[in-house]
């Protein structure tokens, strides 16, 4: 369905995108997940042509020039790409009209959007009136006002609180149901881990990996980490796995369950026993050696 | 082409709901309208209510300066001054006529205080000539009746004053006796009219005192006209502004227009800064589509801008429009040239504030140079060339040649062309260089 290859971009002498190629299939929910500067944006901007790509070649199927293309698109940016002075309602308006609707169609379409963002009974109200979140979501509903077969999400969820940030998730999960093929880009792993099929991993303009999100954790994620704090520190010489620190042991092991099932049966007492599966946060930390945010 | 539209409707209500911007494209240009307009005047020339009138007094006699001091006692005349102290000639007369700085010239012959006002029964009536647009014909209408009260007035004032009537005529009895061409039947009832009038002049004062309080009743000689009257058209070759709103409109509508521009300009920048741009961007239609749409807005908000402060100023100020045709072009045109205008300060900036900055910072200059704030006809003739570098000042002298400049629709090709030529110069500018930025 879209095919990029080779994608490069130059800001001066910031190589903002450096040689990225993907495939996605239709329907499929494709995540872009990167630290702040990876150059998801910029890769996002190449693909809808409001950014000319230095090197490197876009195929989007079923298009055959490039007005064409943008007709099967819908764009969420990462920014509030709204009218502020307008209502929710002449925002809507505005932009079905400009991809032709009109009359009942147009009120279809708008009533639909209203109703999908939750919008319905705040849409004569300003936009500038509107909550974080409200705008966030009539920022989806105006990029779906035209019935794309694609659409690209930049950081749907920033700015948004747990509750807004939830209906998003729905909204985008009612979305992959009907079919849609979704790019998303975000630097939360919990996003790309409950919504992607498949997740490029974004670093300095690369991608370093690319992969489903258990296949990349499966090759990056390493073993699953268990840390018991022990009631009594053991004698030494106790044929404990794993490492021990005091009171504390620390096992890396890629069968956890098993782990903890014969530290019960060596009856072990402990006070508080944790478990972390490898994520991709892990994956990422194996991948550049740092966090996917400073936190 | 219907999104061109769809996207300048939706600029222009943007621009609408900005309730600042409004301030300063509407209310504002119309507090100054108001403002220059009255403090230098506002209705009826600048500052008296006569009509200014040059007297030439070929004569210069008692009688002659009496008869111009009592016609500028009038409300209805203003002596007009001549220039450097000078007394008026014809020809200096005439040309302050045709240069619209006099509304009339009056001409007193030599000759014209002679007989005390009573030269018309010897047959030499004094003629008068009065030169005045022929299309001002209120004001001719009014100025002859104005002289002929004067010189019956003037009469009756040497019939008010008896002793000094006698010489006069004496004098008259002499000359009715010298000419050979009238008749004697005439002769004699003059000489008997002459004689009773002398021995009136010198018993009848008390009566005649009286007399002159109802005033005007030589009128009722029709055949006797103390003078005459000659029509000289002088055709004006500039009308003058006939009120200072005349002025003030014109200037106030740059102000408006710069307003409609510089905030379009900013709205273009802010399209960019908010990301509404990428949506544009992605719509079905080319950049340059959205651009013209853009130029579209601005054109229609500079039009609208110009006909509600006109509108205003020629339904409740009286600012006259000398042609139609002529202010449709000089309005037309020189919305096209804010728009091209606007489309070069969308390309100066990155951000509203920077592209506002540049905006008024750049007009503000051209503005005052180009009669935006000192009226062109003001400013002395070395700042009126230079002032040709202003855009402003072609769209000034534009709309002030449809409004009291009479220009005739070819002298309104000249200002006209500069202003579409700005105008398309400055659009295509902004389309290149605002499509090149999207790489
Ligand atoms: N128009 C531009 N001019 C100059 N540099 C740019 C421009 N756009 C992006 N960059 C730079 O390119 C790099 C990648 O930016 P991009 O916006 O694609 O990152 P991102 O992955 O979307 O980050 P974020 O999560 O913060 O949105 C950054 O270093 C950014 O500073
Ligand atoms: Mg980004």
Redesign the pocket.
């Known amino acids: 369905m879209i095919h990029v290859q080779g994608l490069v971009k130059s800001?001066?002498a910031?190589r903002?995108?450096n040689d990225v190629s993907f495939e996605i299939e239709r329907g499929m929910t494709f995540g872009l997940l990167?630290?702040?500067?990876?150059?998801?944006?910029?890769?996002i901007n190449m693909i809808v042509g409001v950014l000319a790509p230095d090197a490197g070649s876009i195929n989007i199927d079923g298009a055959s020039s490039r007005i064409e293309a943008r007709r099967c698109i819908g764009v969420s940016p990462?920014s509030i790409a709204l009218y502020p002075e307008f209502t929710g309602l002449e925002n809507l308006r505005f932009f079905a009209s400009l991809y032709g609707f009109k009359g009942k169609l147009l009120a279809r379409r708008v009533d639909w959007a209203l109703e999908f963002s939750g919008l319905a009974d705040r849409a004569r109200d300003r936009v500038s009136e509107y909550s974080g979140g409200m705008q966030r979501r009539l920022n989806l509903a105006v990029a779906l006002i035209h019935e794309p077969r694609i659409l690209l999400l930049?950081?749907p969820t920033v700015g948004v609180d747990p509750q807004s940030r939830n209906h998003l998730f729905e909204c985008i999960e009612q979305l992959r149901a009907e079919g849609l093929t979704i790019i998303y880009?975000t630097?939360y792993m919990e996003e790309a881990q409950r919504l992607c099929d498949l997740v490029a991993i974004?670093d300095n303009?690369r991608v370093l990996d690319m992969d489903t999100v258990d296949g990349l954790i499966q090759s990056h994620g390493g073993a699953s980490v268990i840390q018991v704090d022990l009631e009594h520190p053991p004698p030494p010489g106790a044929n404990l796995p794993g490492t021990i620190d005091g009171a504390t042991l620390r096992i890396e092991t890629d069968d956890p369950v098993a782990q903890i099932n014969s530290l019960h049966d060596q009856n072990i007492a402990f006070k508080t026993l944790e478990l972390h599966n490898p994520n991709l946060e892990t994956v990422f930390l194996t991948l550049t050696g740092r966090r996917l945010r400073d936190e | 082409m219907n999104n061109i539209l769809t996207m300048a409707k939706k600029d222009l209500l943007l621009l609408w709901r900005d309730k600042f911007g409004v301030f300063w494209i509407l209310l504002f240009p119309l507090m100054f309208a108001l403002f220059f307009g009255s403090i230098f005047g506002g209705g009826n020339g600048g500052g008296s209510s006569g009509m200014d009138v040059a007297f030439v007094d070929l004569d210069n006699t008692e009688h002659s300066r009496r008869f111009i001091t009592l016609l500028g006692e009038k409300d209805a005349i203003d002596l007009e001054q001549p220039p450097e102290g000078a007394p008026w000639t014809v020809e200096t007369a005439k040309e302050a006529v045709l240069s619209g700085d006099a509304v009339a010239y009056v001409v007193l012959p030599e000759g014209f205080g002679g007989a005390g006002g009573m030269a018309m029964f010897t047959g030499n009536t004094p003629e008068v000539e009065v030169g005045v647009d022929p299309s001002r014909t209120a004001e001719k209408g009014f100025l002859e009746g104005l002289l002929m009260e004067a010189s019956f007035r003037r009469l009756q004032d040497s019939f008010a004053d008896p002793v000094s009537m006698r010489p006069d005529i004496a004098q008259m009895k002499q000359d009715v006796l010298a000419d050979q061409d009238m008749g004697d039947q005439w002769r004699s009832t003059l000489m008997t009219f002459f004689d009773s009038l002398d021995t009136f002049a010198g018993m009848a004062d008390e009566a005649i005192q009286t007399e002159e309080e109802s005033g005007g009743d030589a009128s009722e000689a029709p055949d006797m006209s103390p003078i005459k009257i000659r029509h000289e058209d002088v055709v004006k070759r500039s009308s003058g502004p006939l009120n200072a709103y005349e002025i003030s409109f014109p200037q106030a509508i740059i102000w408006g227009i710069i307003g409609a521009a510089a905030g379009l300009a900013m709205m273009l920048v802010q399209e960019k800064t908010r990301g509404t741009w990428v949506r544009l961007r992605l719509g079905p239609h080319t950049t340059a589509q959205i651009l013209a749409s853009k130029g579209l807005s601005c054109f229609a908000a500079c039009i609208i801008t110009i006909v509600l402060l006109l509108f205003v100023g020629h339904l409740v100020l009286g600012v006259r429009v000398g042609s139609w045709i002529g202010l449709a072009m000089a309005v037309a045109s020189s919305a096209a040239c804010f728009t091209g205008l606007m489309m070069i300060f969308a390309t100066l900036g990155k951000t509203e504030q920077a592209v506002a900055g540049w905006a008024w910072g750049g007009m503000m200059p051209m503005a005052m140079l180009g009669g935006g704030m000192v009226p062109l006809m003001m400013m002395p003739s070395w700042m009126q060339t230079m002032s040709n570098i202003s855009p402003v000042k072609w769209a000034v002298y534009s709309m002030e040649g449809a409004i009291w400049r009479g220009f005739t629709l070819e002298k309104m090709l000249l200002p006209c062309f500069i202003l579409l030529a700005i105008g398309l110069a400055g659009f295509l500018f902004g389309v290149v260089v605002l499509s090149r930025r999207e790489g």
């Open positions: 800001f001066g910031l903002a995108v990167g630290p702040n500067g990876a150059g998801k944006s910029t890769t990462q930049d950081e880009t630097h974004m303009g």
